[in-house]
Each structure stands twice: as structure tokens, then as C-alpha cells.
């Protein structure tokens, strides 16, 4: 599989290791069945499989609300799937939601399928007012992790990180 096994390594422990990340939710996706597994494996993570990526949103309220910090791992469908719990639930409510989104439709993407989700992530982004940064260098990975999960904590409101090809996927 060409999903980078050494880049999601380096995901999995700055969430972990440098913010506190102890409850991941995420459903199957292609760029992120490594850092499943890796939660999965964990004894300090609790891995929540979710049926739909809107139920990450009510997942991460509740970890908010017992003291827990959490990350969601979506693909970007995923995140036009739980605009709803966003905008209703973490915006309205005021919950630091960190969400890491395997950015699928960007240039070099081979699945015809993943373009249009691809094309309207960023202006989504943009027109829920949700702070972002590119995940696309492994040298910058543990750095805009921890900014971004500082700015969720510090305003209370969603911030994500788009996990770009050059970063998740090694070419064969």
C-alpha cells in the first residue's frame, strides 16, 4: 500500500506525544488506515469507529465536556457530511474541534470520484470561518498539529489540517 507509513507515524505522535490526544474518531479511509491502526493499537488512545463523520463532532463535544482532548480523522466528503454537527454543534456551542482531513481531489489525484470533494474543501473552510493549515512536508507536521490544536483550545472553535498527497502518499 502506498499510504505513507512513516508520515502517519509522525501525524499519530504529534497528536498524541506533543498535544495530549487521547480519543480519536475516524471512519475507514484509504490515507488514514495507518493512523487507525495506530490508534487502534494504542493502550493510552481510545479509537471511536464512527458509522457517519458527523457523529465525530458529538464524540469530540463529549470528550471536550470530560476533559479529553480529541482529534477527528475524516476524508474531505467526510467533512461536507458533518457540516452540520459543525455548524450546529461545535461552532454554535463553542467546542475546539481538531480535525484532520485527507485533502482527496488535489492535483495528482487518479480517483475521478474524489475531485469535486476536493474542489469545494477549501471554500467550505473559508466560508464556515475554520482556520487551516496544509499538512504536506513531515518537517512541518508536529508544528502546525500543536498550532492548530492551540487555536482550537484557545477560541474554542474547529481548526483543520488537510492532510495533502505529497505528505500521505509515497509514489511507487
Not at 512513516?6 to 501525524?11: M, P, V, Y
Not at 493512523?35 to 493499537?41: F, G, H, S, T
Amino acid at each position: 500500500m502506498p499510504v505513507s507509513v512513516d508520515s502517519s507515524q509522525i501525524i499519530f505522535d504529534a497528536l498524541k506525544k506533543d498535544c495530549g490526544v487521547r480519543l480519536i474518531s475516524a471512519l475507514p479511509e484509504t490515507w488514514l488506515v495507518h493512523l487507525i491502526r495506530m490508534a487502534e493499537e494504542d493502550a493510552d488512545v481510545t479509537l471511536v469507529r464512527l458509522a457517519k463523520e458527523e457523529e465525530g463532532v458529538g464524540i469530540s463535544f463529549g470528550a471536550h465536556l470530560a476533559g479529553v482532548k480529541s482529534a477527528m480523522l475524516m476524508q474531505n466528503h467526510g467533512f461536507l457530511a458533518s457540516i452540520n454537527g459543525i455548524v450546529s454543534g461545535a461552532q454554535l456551542y463553542r467546542i475546539p474541534l481538531l480535525m484532520l482531513i485527507s485533502y482527496r481531489g488535489e492535483f495528482g489525484e487518479r480517483d475521478p470520484w474524489q475531485t469535486e470533494g476536493g474542489a469545494v474543501t477549501e471554500p467550505l473552510l473559508e466560508a464556515l470561518r475554520i482556520p487551516y493549515l496544509f499538512l504536506d512536508d513531515p518537517e512541518h507536521v508536529a508544528q502546525r498539529i500543536a498550532k492548530a490544536q492551540t487555536l482550537a483550545s484557545s477560541t474554542n472553535k474547529p481548526t483543520a489540517l488537510l492532510l495533502c498527497r505529497d505528505l500521505m502518499w509515497e509514489e511507487g
